[in-house]
């Protein structure tokens, strides 16, 4: 983490107190949070990650700031503090009141939290598999939530075991998503990736492979993935704002195919649409 945080209109040390006990959405993980690249001093994909949080702010019963220019300006500072011009930003909003044991003299609906990093230099991934870790038919299922101690535990213990990741299924078996990525499997010129209803998380990059991205004759949709279609698949790979695109090279219990270059022509896109966007939305 970078020097200075943003805590609600406030640039602070990242030492300084100014959390409260009290305040419910640290206690209880009540909160919404998105994790964004930035890019050139740009903050890449705003847009999506600003209706995102809107959104499952909404399913959570978590207040949420009214506009999307207050928040971009307010972190935009935070950049600008810590010369964090490419990096990985995390945002979270967290709610301050309900519940038994809410401290007196909050006043704040919700505060504003956000910290800036370094950029992860990610290395392709070996994966295991962590049956029944999501319920898909969870009226929050897919909610980008700050109670994020399950997907924690789940990736450590996958790094205590020379793992990278968890693939985690639902309780139909279904592959969903990863503790901290998307999931994508290419076979021939299709490449797929489990649909909303699965559980999984409306991923940033998910989204703009399936709606934005072009390569041709790749083809990317969604489809209902068992782990015998991985196994099955040319390339298997994973998705984040934070890795882009990273291949797979194994998954524990099952033998992939990994050949094919249909993940690197997705990620050399993905790298092009982004340097476009940071065309149209530099900071003068």
């Not at 640039?11 to 009290?22: C, E, L």
């Not at 709606?211 to 209902?224: C, L, M």
Request: hydrophobic share 40%; with cysteine.
């Amino acid at each position: 983490m970078h020097r200075y945080v943003l805590h609600n209109d406030e640039i602070q040390d990242a030492h300084a107190g100014g959390v409260s006990p009290g305040q419910v959405g640290f206690m209880n993980g009540w909160g919404v949070f998105s994790t964004l690249r930035v890019a050139e001093g740009v903050l890449f994909a705003y847009e999506r990650h600003w209706d995102r949080m809107r959104r499952d702010a909404v399913r959570m019963h978590v207040p949420f700031p009214e506009n999307a220019e207050w928040l971009r300006s307010r972190l935009q500072r935070l950049v600008e503090a810590n010369r964090a011009f490419n990096a990985t930003l995390r945002v979270a909003v967290v709610r301050n009141h309900g519940g038994p044991f809410e401290g007196p003299g909050i006043e704040r609906d919700f505060d504003v939290i956000a910290f800036t990093a370094d950029l992860t230099q990610w290395a392709p991934v070996r994966l295991g598999i962590k049956p029944q870790a999501r319920h898909a038919q969870c009226e929050f299922a897919g909610a980008k939530i700050t109670s994020w101690a399950l997907n924690l535990t789940w990736n450590e213990e996958a790094h205590q075991r020379g793992l990278d990741e968890y693939i985690l299924l639902n309780e139909r078996g279904e592959v969903c998503e990863c503790t901290s990525a998307n999931i994508f499997a290419i076979s021939g010129g299709d490449a797929y990736t489990p649909p909303l209803s699965s559980g999984c998380l409306a991923g940033i990059t998910r989204a703009l492979l399936l709606e934005e991205v072009q390569v041709a004759g790749i083809a990317v949709s969604e489809k209902t993935l068992f782990p015998a279609d991985l196994e099955q698949a040319d390339e298997v790979f994973i998705t984040s704002s934070t890795r882009d695109v990273v291949s797979a090279t194994g998954i524990e219990g099952l033998r992939i195919c990994n050949r094919g270059n249909g993940a690197t022509l997705l990620l050399n896109a993905l790298c092009a649409y982004r340097e476009a966007y940071i065309g149209a939305h530099a900071v003068l």
